[in-house]
Nanobody, 116 residues
Framework: QVQLVESGGGLVQAGGSLRLSCTAT????????MGWFRQAPGKERELVAHISTNGMTEYADSMKGRFTSSIDNAKNALYLQMNSLKPEDTAMYCC??????????WGRGTQVAVSS
């Protein structure tokens, strides 16, 4: 089992930045990919970034150029640097990990609110 805990959310003005962190514990050696998802009220969950263990990262189109995700393997940590935030980025952001062929481990999330 892998446990994921996110932190770093908060309230920020449009144009501002936030850095989210996700710490993985447990059977981290089983992780083959990690990612960030978000879900806004009344909307479906959407992928923010997908990071494979070889370091390749894919971003949703609306986040390209504004969001950057990175992994610190020594700390078992995943980060999401979010710049130029917009009100439409307001959502619950969750960290996820895959130990199989799909994401099967989820954190509880951290709330991000962007004011206009």
């Amino acid at each position: 089992q892998v446990q994921l805990v996110e932190s770093g959310g908060g309230l920020v003005q449009a144009g501002g930045s936030l850095r989210l962190s996700c710490t993985a514990t447990g059977s981290v050696f089983e992780i083959n990919a990690m990612g960030w998802f978000r879900q806004a009220p009344g909307k479906e969950r959407e992928l923010v970034a997908h990071i494979s263990t070889n370091g390749m990262t894919e971003y949703a189109d609306s986040m390209k150029g504004r969001f950057t995700s990175s992994i610190d393997n020594a700390k078992n940590a995943l980060y999401l640097q979010m710049n130029s935030l917009k009100p439409e980025d307001t959502a619950m952001y969750c960290c996820a990990a895959s130990t199989a062929r799909a994401y099967n481990c989820w954190g509880r999330g951290t709330q991000v609110a962007v004011s206009s």
